[in-house]
């Protein structure tokens, strides 16, 4: 029996991330009432030890990663998105956070995105801080449309969450 070809290439896969202070890029925070609601005396700790990844790809916005809890976001998005996006973004993201520490899953295999009573908490919380600071429903329900989400799932959702559209 002839042995298999050796492929003579070593590779080294345990790579490095680079992790940033979240505080570095996002800044002030810990003034915004919402954020204090949801982590009172820990707010300030909380955010100092937020980590964030950026990675270089033109697709993607921002997603925990439940390992550890550092946030991830495309540098694309980052630069290119609205700010008003990127800001309930991370209020988004930060709330996924306070799941993690109560000792929630975040990712739900038997749900799909848009089922997921994670991602329904999450995006409740959004909404009423997206409202907060002045945005109509028709705006919201735009924030909440992304390239990859099926229309129909989209659109129960929008009604699920209650937005007039
Ligand atoms: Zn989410």
Redesign the pocket.
Known sequence: MPSKPRLGVVIKRTVPIRLYPLTKYFKNLEKVDALRDVFGDQTEDVLKRTMVEFYSSRWGYMGVNDEDGHILISAHHMKHSPLRTLYLDII?ELF?IRQRMDGRKLFLDEFGYFDSPI?IE?YEFTIKEARRIGMSDREIAEYLEVPWADKKDLAKFIKRLKLKV
């Open positions: 988004h996924h991602e999450a």
